[in-house]
């Protein structure tokens, strides 16, 4: 016969006893992916996320950037007045020339970039932390070389991506200005593909490879410096996450990304700029190519242009800008050490957010995943 404090003690380990998860296929599914899978998915998921949310800043950020090199340049005089001035003036001029539309111009290839990009940056960086961790004492310096190995990997697999989505966002309406001109038209990101590769070959998709590659600087500053902040406000690494404090925890990650960020953009800042340049500048025509023979007929006709002008049909002649180091010393030049920080106030708006959106829904899913898969193997426990 059991006696009340029995009955209460059996009561108390119910309670205690596992909750036996519902199955569903959505877990089921989840239960078989290995972890690599699933950072994979999670930071897909995140890019797209913080992609859809901040892409009119990243709009305004690369017209800011590129529009230098269009400006129509003439021996002897200044450089055109540019189009672009400040983050609401950007915002004013795309609204009245291309609307809405314009403000999203570019977004198909950022998402298309996006999933590849962040699948395979938190995937090669959480396989290649712990490969790091077990070779390299010092924690920071494991991080550090995890973070540019999944910044090369990521780079190098969808640079022609964002060369594509960098041309499109800086894209000058034809009637917004005579002074500023984009010397190439696309419809669209196939359309861009399609006439980049007929006109400037397979070379014109990794065009500002080199410092994309320099950005490597900004995520081995930006990922170790979240790590460590995450560490310190919450008590848990990148991907780690505790049933407990929830609000505790998700405002550490915030906390660790916005401080992370701005610490990262305000030192790496310059690389982009030049890959902005070298991305939306277009390459030596080949020499068949029908653009290449109106270049040259134009050129016996005494119609020169100075190197990286738009000539009258549009198109680039001499490049203007080669390699880094030639990039750098032409910009200084033309435009002084200002140019190196254009569009740098919006960029801090929009990477900002962005960071934080994609951090906190890689968190959230990476938390979700686990949690079910835990539940499925609850359920078939059970």
């Given at each position: 016969?059991?006696?009340?404090?029995?009955?209460?003690?059996?009561?108390?380990?119910?309670?205690?006893?596992?909750?036996?998860?519902?199955?569903?296929?959505?877990?089921?599914?989840?239960?078989?992916?290995?972890?690599?899978?699933?950072?994979?998915?999670?930071?897909?998921?995140?890019?797209?996320?913080?992609?859809?949310?901040?892409?009119?800043?990243?709009?305004?950020?690369?017209?800011?950037?590129a529009?230098?090199?269009?400006?129509?340049?003439?021996?002897?005089?200044?450089?055109?007045?540019?189009?672009?001035?400040?983050?609401?003036?950007?915002?004013?001029?795309?609204?009245?020339?291309?609307?809405?539309?314009?403000?999203?111009?570019?977004l198909?290839?950022?998402?298309?970039?996006?999933?590849?990009?962040?699948?395979?940056?938190?995937?090669?960086?959480?396989?290649?932390?712990?490969?790091?961790?077990?070779?390299?004492e010092?924690?920071?310096l494991?991080?550090?070389?995890?973070?540019?190995?999944?910044?090369?990997?990521?780079?190098?697999?969808?640079?022609?991506?964002?060369?594509?989505?960098?041309?499109?966002?800086?894209?000058?309406?034809?009637?917004?200005?005579?002074?500023?001109?984009?010397?190439?038209?696309?419809?669209?990101?196939?359309?861009?593909?399609?006439?980049?590769?007929?006109?400037?070959?397979?070379?014109?998709?990794?065009?500002?490879?080199?410092?994309?590659?320099l950005?490597?600087?900004?995520v081995?500053?930006?990922?170790?410096?979240?790590?460590?902040?995450?560490?310190?406000?919450?008590?848990?690494e990148?991907?780690?996450?505790?049933?407990?404090?929830?609000?505790?925890?998700?405002?550490?990650?915030?906390?660790?990304?916005?401080?992370?960020?701005?610490?990262?953009?305000?030192?790496?800042?310059?690389h982009?700029?030049?890959?902005?340049?070298?991305?939306?500048?277009?390459?030596?025509?080949?020499?068949?190519?029908?653009?290449?023979?109106?270049?040259?007929?134009?050129?016996?006709?005494?119609?020169?242009?100075?190197?990286?002008?738009?000539?009258?049909?549009?198109?680039?002649?001499?490049?203007?800008?080669?390699?880094?180091?030639?990039?750098?010393?032409?910009?200084?030049?033309?435009?002084?050490?200002?140019?190196?920080?254009?569009?740098?106030?919006?960029?801090?708006?929009?990477?900002?957010?962005?960071?934080?959106t994609?951090?906190?829904?890689?968190?959230?899913?990476?938390?979700?995943?686990?949690?079910?898969?835990d539940?499925?193997?609850?359920?078939?426990?059970?």
């Open positions: 016969m059991s006696t009340p404090t029995s009955a209460t003690n059996a009561a108390t380990a119910a309670d205690a006893s596992p909750v036996i998860h519902a199955r569903t296929p959505f877990s089921g599914f989840i239960s078989k992916l290995p972890p690599s899978s699933i950072n994979s998915f999670c930071g897909a998921m995140a890019g797209v996320a913080s992609g859809i949310v901040t892409c009119p800043l990243d709009v305004i950020k690369t017209k800011l950037q529009q230098g090199s269009f400006r129509r340049i003439q021996q002897g005089m200044p450089p055109s007045k540019a189009l672009y001035q400040g983050l609401f003036g950007t915002a004013r001029v795309i609204w009245r020339e291309d609307g809405v539309r314009g403000m999203y111009r570019g198909g290839p950022m998402l298309l970039g996006y999933l590849p990009t962040w699948a395979v940056y938190m995937s090669v960086y959480e396989g290649s932390k712990e490969f790091y961790y077990n070779k390299i010092n924690k920071w494991a991080r550090v070389c995890a973070s540019i190995t999944a910044g090369a990997c990521s780079t190098v697999s969808t640079n022609p991506i964002w060369v594509i989505k960098t041309r499109l966002m800086s894209q000058v309406s034809s009637r917004a200005s005579k002074d500023v001109r984009t010397p190439w038209h696309y419809n669209s990101t196939f359309d861009a593909a399609r006439k980049m590769y007929r006109t400037e070959g397979l070379g014109s998709f990794y065009s500002g490879l080199g410092p994309a590659l950005g490597l600087t900004h081995a500053i930006q990922f170790p410096l979240y790590e460590y902040f995450k560490t310190v406000f919450t008590g848990l990148m991907g780690e996450n505790s049933s407990e404090d929830n609000d505790v925890h998700w405002v550490g990650i915030l906390g660790a990304t916005f401080l992370s960020k701005i610490c990262a953009t305000s030192a790496t800042y310059p982009e700029v030049l890959r902005t340049r070298l991305q939306t500048q277009q390459r030596s025509l080949p020499a068949n190519s029908p653009d290449h023979i109106s270049f040259r007929s134009e050129s016996h006709g005494h119609k020169r242009h100075p190197p990286g002008a738009a000539s009258s049909d549009g198109m680039i002649n001499m490049p203007r800008y080669r390699g880094l180091v030639r990039t750098c010393r032409t910009i200084l030049k033309e435009e002084g050490w200002r140019a190196f920080y254009n569009g740098m106030g919006t960029n801090m708006v929009r990477a900002v957010p962005a960071a934080m994609t951090m906190l829904t890689f968190e959230m899913l990476k938390k979700a995943c686990f949690e079910l898969r539940g499925e193997a609850a359920a078939q426990g059970g």
